[in-house]
């Protein structure tokens, strides 16, 4: 049964890949939804949808497609081993097919609806993890809309930044690294996130003051997969570290 709904997203996944460059408003619930036996039983329209598939799609959803070195717990905060993992690989993942290194990549923890764990790493897994059809979107920021950024995550703790460290006093914004080079206001930045954050999901308005938004028409959770093929054909290992991407004035004491 379990098989059954996540062919079902696989088969949604394939034809949202297939409208390249869409662009739409997609606001998502932020309770967690479990994708399991007891949900797709409760659905029989699902069921009918996905049954003449089930044995088509099974077989790539139980594709190894790497090994993880630990447990990856989903967690919340201001990073966390999970969301470390999926936002620095945004980094290269849109380096490698975009042709453009983002600054930054955020990933918000409501996002990540499961655990990862040490061993064989499968697509079924992904799917878990990631059951929606987010996209991965490209926006240049002012300095100004990237401190609101900083700002709500010293605020919020809900979204993890790669490519950044933040400095808190008092519970506010004192400083941040890009990089190797301090943050200045006055640059504009470009920074990786699903679209339905620059939609504004999470309360994070502030991403429509993006200057530039480019939509790369690949789904968050396909970027992940094949990050880890690659990984995996390079005889890497998948593995994650906390970086300490939030200082806090009381940290230092």
Request: with cysteine.
């Amino acid at each position: 049964m379990k098989t059954w709904i996540f062919a079902l997203l696989l088969i949604l996944g394939t034809n949202s890949c297939q409208k390249r460059y869409v662009y739409q408003h997609v606001r998502y619930p932020d309770d967690a939804i479990n994708i399991n036996s007891d949900l797709a039983e409760q659905d029989s329209a699902i069921l009918t949808m996905i049954t003449p598939y089930k044995q088509q799609m099974g077989d790539r959803l139980e594709e190894v497609i790497g090994e993880l070195d630990k447990d990856m717990p989903k967690g919340y905060g201001t990073e966390t081993l999970l969301g470390n993992f999926t936002s620095n690989l945004m980094i290269d993942f849109v380096e490698q097919k975009e042709g453009v290194k983002p600054d930054m990549a955020v990933m918000n923890f409501g996002g990540l609806r499961r655990d990862l764990y040490k061993g064989e790493l499968k697509v079924a897994d992904i799917y878990e993890l990631m059951p929606f059809d987010n996209i991965i979107v490209v926006l240049t920021l002012s300095g100004e809309t990237v401190q609101k950024l900083f700002e709500y995550t010293i605020e919020d703790g809900g979204v993890t930044i790669a490519g950044s460290k933040i400095v808190a006093k008092d519970s506010t914004f004192s400083s941040a690294e890009i990089g190797s080079a301090p943050f200045d206001k006055s640059k504009t930045y470009v920074i990786a996130v699903s679209d339905y954050l620059a939609n504004g999901g999470g309360n994070m308005t502030f991403f429509s003051e993006a200057i530039a938004t480019q939509n790369t028409g690949v789904m968050m959770r396909d970027a992940i997969i094949e990050f880890c093929k690659e990984e995996t054909k390079k005889k890497k290992m998948l593995t994650s570290k906390l970086e300490g991407r939030l200082i806090k004035d009381s940290d230092r004491l």
